[in-house]
């Protein structure tokens, strides 16, 4: 069993960010992992990432407030607001773009493939 306390979690920044604390909770350099990370972001109101797309598929899990996710593959773009447990998949190369639209901040659990 590896553990993670949070308080221990290694913070990371990534390109396209703001507004945003992270922290890898498992894998990378929070542990061993053979084929996923998870992380757990802090979005501050009006905080959120760029439009992005990445090779991997990710998964969203909302643990408290509000989050909004804009994403596109083919077709229009759907926009969606995750509320607490809800969640979300974007496939390899789908456009994603996240923010948090309300006054209060938001945590939101990502999931996502080892390969970074």
């Not at 899990?61 to 974007?90: F, H, K, M, N, W």
């Not at 938001?106 to 390969?115: D, E, P, T, W, Y």
Request: charged share 20%.
């Amino acid at each position: 069993m590896h553990v993670v306390p949070f308080m221990r979690a290694p913070a990371y920044d990534a390109p396209g960010h703001s507004g945003m604390r992270m922290h890898r909770l498992q894998g990378v350099e929070a542990g061993p992992s053979d084929a996923i990370w998870i992380g757990c972001s802090l979005i501050e109101p009006g905080g959120g990432t760029t439009p992005g797309a990445s090779d991997v598929e990710k998964f969203y899990v909302c643990l408290e407030g509000e989050v909004q996710v804009t994403a596109q593959a083919d077709g229009p773009a759907q926009v969606t607001t995750l509320r607490p447990l809800d969640s979300c998949r974007i496939a390899p190369g789908e456009m994603r773009q996240l923010l948090n639209a309300s006054a209060k901040p938001a945590r939101l659990l990502l999931v996502m493939s080892r390969k970074l």
